[in-house]
């Protein structure tokens, strides 16, 4: 089973920058489409971006043009660069595949954007 460890998260003001990081045990992230997901208290679940083996991206339009997803397969890691944050991106952000079937969910790692 895969595991997946996010990091980066923390305090940030509104129109800072923070990179997330996912890291992965186990080779089968490599041969999956990943995302990257956030739930914001009293929400859903949503995926912000996600990313193909071959690294062709999609983005919800609440961060186009803002966030960029990444992933370097060799290092079994994928990325989220965030620039231009908004309060509204304030979530818990979490790494998995894009569709079923899902590896074990981590902890998640807090971003809060508030001046």
């Known amino acids: 089973q895969v595991q997946l460890v996010e990091s980066g998260g923390g305090l940030v003001q509104p129109g800072g920058s923070l990179r997330l990081s996912c890291a992965a045990s186990?080779?089968?992230?490599?041969?999956?489409?990943m995302a990257w997901y956030r739930q914001a208290p009293g929400t859903q679940r949503e995926s912000v971006a996600d990313?193909?083996?071959?690294?062709?991206?999609n983005y919800a339009d609440s961060v186009k043009g803002r966030f960029t997803i990444s992933r370097d397969n060799n290092k079994a890691t994928m990325y989220l660069q965030m620039n231009s944050l908004k309060p509204e991106d304030t979530a818990v952000y979490y790494c998995?595949?894009?569709?079923?079937?899902?590896?074990?969910w981590g902890q998640g790692t807090q971003v809060t954007v508030s001046s």
């Open positions: 186990g080779r089968r992230f490599s041969i999956r489409t």
């Open positions: 990313i193909t083996v071959g690294g062709s991206t």
């Open positions: 998995n595949t894009k569709v079923p079937p899902f590896f074990a």
